[in-house]
């Protein structure tokens, strides 16, 4: 099943990639619904690299869901469409979830950028239930985007 949510953020598109490249706002956008503790390496690097993460993940810290992968690559398109268009990918897996495929957009657009949320979940016979949680999740996520951008980028 798929999941897809757009935002439009009042930033700039390449603003907004810097931070999304950051863990610091993977824990800040996740906050609190899902917790995700490093298992390999121990601990996140300040940006990620294309490689692949272990993590533990918990829903609000407090309710274990089993380890996950976190599979990060990145893609520039820009010079496919003209304006700043870059992808970044987390092609993940997990006790729960056998495919956990999200990619996320960052667009140029008017006063801003439009950011997006598509991920595609296999989670066998629980599949209706981690696509409705990733539903309400990535709506989350985008909330806590918009209020990053209004404070100026403030982590609080």
């Not at 398109?77 to 957009?105: A, P, Q």
């Given at each position: 099943?798929?999941?897809?949510?757009?935002?439009?953020?009042?930033?700039?598109?390449?603003?907004?990639?810097?931070?999304?490249?950051?863990?610091?706002?993977?824990?800040?956008?996740s906050w609190p619904i899902v917790r995700f503790d490093p298992v390999d390496?121990?601990?996140?690097?300040?940006?990620?690299?294309?490689?692949?993460?272990?993590?533990?993940?918990?829903?609000?810290?407090?309710?274990?869901?089993?380890?996950?992968?976190?599979?990060?690559?990145?893609?520039?398109?820009?010079?496919?469409?003209?304006?700043?268009?870059?992808?970044?990918?987390?092609?993940?897996?997990?006790?729960?979830?056998?495919?956990?495929?999200?990619?996320?957009?960052?667009?140029?657009?008017?006063?801003?950028?439009?950011?997006?949320?598509?991920?595609?979940?296999?989670?066998?016979?629980?599949?209706?239930?981690?696509?409705?949680?990733?539903?309400?999740?990535?709506?989350?996520?985008?909330?806590?985007?918009?209020?990053?951008?209004?404070?100026?980028?403030?982590?609080?």
């Amino acid at each position: 099943m798929i999941v897809e949510h757009s935002t439009h953020l009042a930033c700039p598109p390449e603003k907004c990639f810097r931070e999304l490249k950051t863990t610091r706002l993977f824990e800040f956008v996740s906050w609190p619904i899902v917790r995700f503790d490093p298992v390999d390496p121990p601990q996140f690097p300040r940006t990620w690299e294309e490689r692949t993460y272990l993590v533990r993940a918990s829903v609000f810290g407090l309710i274990p869901v089993g380890r996950q992968r976190i599979d990060i690559t990145g893609r520039n398109r820009s010079g496919e469409t003209r304006s700043f268009f870059v992808e970044l990918r987390d092609n993940g897996r997990g006790t729960l979830v056998s495919k956990w495929d999200h990619v996320i957009t960052v667009r140029e657009a008017d006063t801003g950028c439009l950011y997006t949320d598509r991920v595609e979940i296999e989670a066998g016979l629980l599949t209706p239930l981690v696509t409705a949680f990733a539903w309400c999740f990535y709506r989350h996520r985008q909330r806590r985007w918009r209020q990053l951008v209004a404070s100026g980028f403030v982590y609080a």
